[in-house]
């Protein structure tokens, strides 16, 4: 449950993790428990073709265009590398390859990725964002029904077979993604977009990889013919809560990149009915691929296309989608087809002993071997320390989390396809409190739902309002008599740190706060972000961006962001400045001038 709470981001990491709970066999505990010590592999390898191979046709196979896509190929290849590592007792490397193999296989069970239409690319990764925001409550539903029972013939090819048969099972349900998918509501609370028809499709669908990947994973384990070694999981997985702190920042680093890649596509479909230039650049590739290949049709032909109205079947939930508790659970798999059927019977068992105690983690790498170790407590408040320092010094950049709004208001202004990273009130399923290692506070990366509001930054204004000083900040300052906004810009950087007597709040910090709000209030319309990336960038007043080239600035913006305080910066979000957004900053910076 550790694991599963606070390394899992994303639906491969959960399918690859539920599987685990449906092996079968003599060795199916510890098989489990080997793959659950090697976690870490295991969950990289199913994020891996995205995050590194980024062999994007390899990820689709389309039913209806011959079978278009390179999905099964991928996936025989790494179900061969996963039976060689096996075979040789590489059991790291082992559980990464099986980790790949789960992405190659599950990816085609997603509709959108067997078949290829403008109105999906519009709606993609926003559906996508909303099924792992309802990760809870679809695994509710599975819980509820149960998993399907999925083949695997006998034949050599018979992994290619599988990934056909899923994509065959998904392709169906293609048309009914883009009718009941609410964009608007999507982009506002991922939740929202989704209604209880792609509810219940969703969860019929990842149950069915899920089982998929654990007649796999036993496949491999069966045909590599080796035992598993048997793996104590009770004082490693002591230590798998340690780093939790750590953790929920790659979560919300995670989430805020999220967040920033599907506003950017809202607001440049509000601007042009179409996403083209924000599609990220899996969905780009394929799209390109398809119409040279399939369609034969230059991409301009594409690009000219007018899309079919979306979302028009969709039915809202009766109440606002509220969290769902989540409560591992393990469910007998469907024995035959009629328990399929929407009113089958919930079975549920007792989770198994393996998961009673808390799962294995890697060894802390920054934890040196000792002939006398410190007593597990001891141990436990050292790291935990640790992290939190970590915490503190990470948002001491530029401010920690994003603030936590209800909801996410639609940018108007289409002249900022970009908008700052923000989070959606979900609930955490483990409250960590950090306020002992006093980071800074939380920035006001929040997003700006109108160019007007972030206009209305003066120097009159609460301090509260500049871009990176949240309340706890705020209180600092307010107790060395810096109250506005006027005050700050006012202040003197040299006495104003000494008299903070804050490790992390140096003079330089203190120029850099003022730089980025002098910015916003010269140049009203200038966002938050945006303010910080130019001064990370080197431009500091209204002066210099004006008469700098747009070339100049995306150049000296690109360097900064490519930089580990530019990646602060952007908590987790991409390097995606383009020139067009750019030289919308000249222009606001021309017109303060003008």
Not at 62 to 74: I, Y
Not at 559 to 579: I, K, M, Y
Request: proline fraction near 8%.
């Amino acid at each position: 449950l550790v694991i599963i709470a606070h390394r899992c981001r994303s639906t491969h990491h959960y399918i690859a993790f539920d599987a685990l709970q449906l092996l079968g066999g003599d060795h199916a505990g510890d098989w489990k428990n080997l793959l659950l010590k090697h976690h870490t592999a295991l969950l990289k390898g199913a994020k891996a073709p995205d995050a590194e191979f980024k062999d994007f046709q390899h990820h689709v196979l389309h039913v209806e265009d011959g079978e278009w896509g390179g999905a099964r190929d991928a996936a025989m290849d790494w179900y061969g590398k996963a039976v060689a590592a096996l075979r040789a007792e590489k059991w790291n490397k082992a559980a990464y390859a099986l980790g790949v193999l789960t992405h190659y296989y599950a990816d085609p069970i997603q509709p959108f990725h067997t078949a290829q239409t403008e109105e999906e690319g519009a709606i993609h990764r926003a559906l996508e964002w909303s099924i792992a925001k309802s990760r809870d409550t679809i695994k509710a539903l599975i819980d509820l029904r149960g998993y399907p029972h999925v083949h695997a013939g006998s034949e050599t090819g018979f992994v290619a077979d599988m990934v056909l048969a899923g994509a065959k099972y998904s392709n169906p349900h293609y048309q009914t993604f883009i009718d009941h998918y609410d964009l608007h509501k999507g982009v506002a609370n991922p939740p929202e977009g989704l209604d209880q028809t792609l509810l219940d499709i969703l969860a019929d669908l990842i149950a069915y990889a899920t089982s998929g990947v654990a007649v796999l994973f036993q496949r491999a384990f069966a045909e590599a013919a080796v035992k598993p070694p048997k793996v104590d999981l009770d004082l490693p997985g002591y230590f798998a809560a340690l780093d939790i702190p750590i953790r929920r920042i790659t979560k919300r680093m995670a989430d805020a990149k999220d967040r920033k890649t599907v506003q950017a596509m809202y607001d440049e479909f509000l601007a042009t009915g179409k996403v083209i230039k924000t599609l990220p650049a899996d969905d780009k590739k394929i799209r390109a691929l398809h119409c040279k290949q399939i369609l034969r049709q230059p991409v301009e032909w594409l690009d000219a296309m007018p899309i079919r109205p979306i979302g028009t079947k969709h039915v809202p939930l009766p109440e606002h989608p509220q969290p769902v508790t989540y409560e591992l659970k393990v469910v007998p798999i469907a024995k035959d087809s009629s328990t399929l059927a929407a009113d089958r019977t919930p079975t549920v068992t007792p989770d198994p002993d393996v998961f009673e105690e808390a799962p294995v983690i890697e060894p802390i790498a920054a934890a040196e071997p000792i002939s006398t170790p410190p007593p597990p407590e001891q141990q436990a408040v050292e790291t935990a320390s640790a992290a939190e320092a970590m915490l503190a010094e990470l948002e001491a950049v530029n401010g920690p989390e994003p603030e936590v709004e209800a909801e996410l208001e639609p940018v108007e202004a289409a002249a900022e396809p970009v908008s700052a990273p923000a989070e959606i009130v979900e609930k955490a399923p483990v409250e960590v409190t950090l306020e002992a290692s006093d980071p800074a506070d939380t920035p006001k990366s929040e997003p700006e739902p109108e160019v007007d509001a972030v206009s209305k930054l003066s120097r009159g204004s609460p301090v509260v309002d500049a871009p990176s000083i949240g309340p706890k900040t705020a209180k600092r300052l307010e107790a060395v008599s810096i109250y506005t906004i006027g005050d700050l810009l006012d202040a003197d950087v040299d006495e104003t740190a000494t008299a903070l007597n804050v490790r992390y709040i140096k003079a330089k910090t203190l120029t850099d706060w003022q730089d980025q709000t002098r910015l916003m209030v010269d140049a009203p319309g200038l966002r938050v972000l945006d303010s910080q990336i130019l001064v990370g960038a080197g431009i500091r007043n209204v002066d210099d961006l004006a008469n700098a080239s747009a070339k100049t600035v995306l150049t000296a913006a690109t360097s900064f962001l490519d930089t580990p305080q530019g990646a602060r910066v952007l908590w987790g979000g991409e390097n995606n400045v383009d020139r067009q957004e750019v030289e919308g900053w000249i222009g606001l910076a021309k017109a303060a001038q003008a």
